[in-house]
């Protein structure tokens, strides 16, 4: 199975020139990695800018979502290599 049939990497267009397809796939890659980890860094920045108002299962997410950001990190470091 090549990775462009695998059931887990979309078909998508879209998603394609998102990707950059001009980039070598390492710089695709960490370009997506630096997207989850800016996505995280903002999850976790609202929750906190919130503290106050967000419920008790918003609140449950945040350890999740750092070691979301944390496990981004290490892969990023990983793809810089």
Known sequence: MTARNHPLISNDSYDEAL?????????QVANRLADALWAADQIMMLI???????PRDILDLLPRVRALYDGA???????GN
């Open 48 to 54: 906190d800018e919130r503290l106050a108002q967000a």
């Open 19 to 27: 990707a950059f397809p001009e980039l070598p796939v390492r710089e």
């Open 73 to 79: 990190n290490t892969l990023m470091k990983e793809v």
